[in-house]
């Protein structure tokens, strides 16, 4: 990072072919792009997403709803082909294997065992007429020779480290006999018994009150250090972003447009969207009673994807290339941003304004 | 558990009441008089009038009915006007050959329909699967009695294969017995299949856009698993719902089928009963039936504790 920073003032677009196997990344995602078929044509809801995760990180991908960041998630997993998607180019190196060309039978063995994942949705991620004991066996008797036996026993300590309260009896329980808080501990339970190197969690407080969201993340960033895993966390929250992530990267309609690390990000946002979610954010340097700052517009469609930079329609500061060239990351100022105007006074300006 | 059962066995009797009030009512409202029937076209009206008195038919309904429903209550449902036996014995001569029936129809259906609703499931999205769905609708939507006649024609009387109609008793001889119900089981699966196999299929589809089989594969199960394990057992709850209305109408006897086949069971004995006008073995045929319905439903009902643990009953 040191490096980087002495460099400052000079911008180099990031070459997209720059991974190698044994390069230190654990996960190194490269030109991405995977589109979902509808009325008759293709439309890309993550189009050529880059970015890598080192061993022992904690990378954030945030974004709205629809900016594609879910998609990313399960294309990693390989599970997006049974939502109607489809990985059409990049590349996903994980511990030097490309994942998108591993077959269904070694990517059965990936999942659940070396990359795990924890859904959104708790109250309706478990499957409701087994226990949450045998849900959790299953993932370990999937991946090892261990006995029916073994595995439950492996069960209940797995529990007991969530912190569940009385694991013996909770095991025999189903999902419906759980509250939303303990159910997303057998969650995460479950994606880490396995003892994965990596955890991709997607949005896995978002359902859940605020005082068992913060348990949970303090229970992620526990195991993370106990258990040495690198963690792939998906939100749109840019608290649990700041509380999380030692990277974050940015997404929005469907491309990476910021990646860096978290200092980075909060206190020297470069991107015009960046900067305007940093300026949402309740409380943030703001006085009390202050109206709320919006980004002005939506999220665009996936058919409907405006020409040039897909934020132009939203941005204060667009200009004319800014409607023709789609801008490509590159990197400003200690970490890369995708805008055409990034070091553009105005831009610049906007970054005090809205930075803590 | 045990106290809901009670309570739902005790549930039986206003049903069956109610049951035995229609059926006695719309018997004694359509024309036809049974004595007349017996006695045939040429009796004198003197000799009707007095077997009229015979079987009390000159009574006041509401005579009628309070003196049926008294015998009911002491287990006796009558005499047949025409067999000369109790209706009870009647009715359970004819439970045999229905029950026969209607086990291996039921198991003929399943058989069917559980592995097509899976395999159309795995291939879906192939071609398999507008085959399997116009298999199912072919199989609800064709008529039993054109199906029956057609493989009387085809396995009775061109092929030989099969008799033609008839029943055998299972004492004596399995192969028998078997080789009777084949074609008249088959033709009740067939129908009952294309209903369970829909129901499943769907069912299962609709249980494979769930979360929890995106955790199930996220955690490294195969398709296999997931479609086996965590998919089937969840479709199998609103399946058993149709698999349990289907056992149930089996049971009650399939009018049409063992008409066809010539099978003397209780679907059988009601088209007689109401040919001959044999109120009493009518009644106690349909009061059967609904005994049946009542009776599987809350099997059913039971089932669905099993099978889902969110069930449960106090």
Same mark, same amino acid.
């Given at each position: ?14 070459d ?12 190194n ?13 293709? *439309? ?10 080192s061993?022992?990180?904690? *990378? ?9 960041k879910?998609?990313t ?10 939502e ?11 511990d ?35 226990? *949450? ?31 569940i ?24 339970a ?9 955890l991709?969690a997607?949005e896995?407080t ?7 969201q ?5 229970l992620?960033?526990r ?21 999380m992530?030692?990277r974050?990267?940015?997404m929005?309609?469907?491309n ?42 939506s999220?665009?469609?996936l ?20 409607r *023709? ?5 590159r ?12 070091q553009?006074a ?11 | ?50 077997l ?11 005579k009628?009915?309070?003196t ?7 287990g ?25 029936l ?12 559980i ?47 099969l ?61 296999r ?10 479709a ?7 698999i ?8 009650g006897?399939a009018?049409?089928?063992e ?7 209780v679907?059988n004995?009601i ?29 059913i ?14």
């Open positions: 990072m040191a490096s980087r920073t002495v460099k400052s003032r000079k911008s180099r677009v990031v997209p072919g720059d991974h190698s196997v044994g390069d230190g990344k654990l996960l995602v490269v030109g991405l792009t995977t589109v979902f078929h509808a009325n008759g044509r293709d *439309v890309r809801a993550v189009d050529s997403v880059s970015f890598h995760l061993p022992g990180e904690t *990378v954030c991908i945030v974004g709205e709803s629809g900016s594609g879910s998609v998630s399960l294309s990693i997993m390989k599970l997006i082909e049974n109607g998607g489809r990985v059409v180019a990049g590349s996903i190196w994980f030097g294997d490309d994942l998108l060309k591993a077959s269904n039978e070694e990517m059965r063995r990936v999942r659940g065992r070396t990359v795990s994942m924890v859904f959104q949705e708790p109250m309706t991620a478990l499957n409701p007429i087994f226990t *949450v004991g045998s849900q959790i066996s299953e993932a370990i008797l999937l991946h090892t020779d261990e006995s029916r036996e073994q595995a439950w026993n492996r069960t209940v300590d797995m529990l007991r480290l969530v912190g309260p009385e694991p013996e009896i909770r095991a025999k329980q189903y999902p419906h006999q759980l509250s939303g808080g303990m159910r997303q501990r057998v969650v995460v479950m994606a880490l018994v396995c003892n994965p190197k990596l991709i997607d896995p978002t359902a859940l009150d605020v005082t068992i913060a348990q949970v993340l303090d992620l960033r195991l993370k250090r106990d258990l040495k895993m690198s963690i792939l966390l998906i939100t749109h929250d840019m608290g649990v972003a700041a509380e992530a030692d974050v990267v940015v929005y309609a469907g990476v447009i910021e990646e860096g690390s978290v200092e980075e990000i909060f206190d020297r946002p470069l991107h015009p969207y960046t900067q305007g979610l940093l300026a949402s954010i309740p409380g943030r340097n703001g006085v009390r009673g202050a109206r709320l700052h919006a980004i002005a517009g999220t665009p469609a058919a409907d994807m405006p020409e040039g930079c897909r934020f132009n329609p939203r941005c204060p500061f667009a200009v004319d290339i800014c *023709v060239e789609a801008p490509a990351l990197l400003v100022d200690g970490h890369n941003v995708a805008c055409h105007r990034a553009d105005p831009v610049v300006a906007a970054r005090t304004s809205t930075a803590q | 558990m045990i106290g809901y059962i009670v309570r739902r066995v005790l549930a039986i009797i206003p049903v069956l009441l109610v049951v035995g009030i229609v059926v006695f009512m719309l018997i004694h409202l359509t024309p036809g008089d049974p004595a007349q029937v017996i006695l045939g076209d040429a009796a004198t009206p003197a000799r009707v009038k007095v009229r008195h015979q079987l009390g038919l000159d009574q006041p309904l509401w009628q009915f309070l049926w429903v008294e015998h009911v209550c002491r006796n449902l009558g005499t047949s006007l025409f067999y000369q036996q109790s209706v009870v014995h009647t009715v359970a001569v004819r439970v045999g050959p229905t029950a026969s209607a086990g291996l129809a039921f198991v003929f259906s399943l058989v069917i329909a592995p097509s609703a899976l395999l159309a499931v795995w291939k879906r999205g192939s071609l398999l699967d507008p085959i399997f769905m116009s298999g199912s609708l072919l199989g609800v939507s064709m008529p039993n009695f054109w199906l029956a006649l057609m493989m009387i024609s085809l396995f009775g009387v061109k092929l030989g294969w008799p033609v109609s008839g029943y055998v008793p299972l004492d004596q001889g399995v192969g028998l017995w078997f080789s009777h119900l084949l074609m008249p089981a088959f033709v009740l699966a067939i129908q009952q299949a294309g209903l369970i196999a829909r129901m499943l299929r769907d069912g299962m589809l609709d249980v494979l856009h769930q979360d929890y089989i995106r955790t199930a594969r996220a955690k490294g199960a195969g398709e698993l997931v479609l086996l394990h965590h998919a089937f057992r969840n199998l709850i609103p399946t058993v719902t149709v349990g209305t289907s056992l149930a109408g089996l049971l006897g009018v049409v089928t008409v066809v086949f010539a099978i003397p069971g679907g004995l088209v007689q009963s109401i040919a001959s006008r044999d109120f009493p073995v009518l009644t106690g045929a349909v009061m059967f039936v609904a005994l049946v319905y009542v009776l599987v439903n809350l099997l009902d039971l089932l669905y504790s099993v099978l889902d643990p969110r069930v449960q009953y106090r």
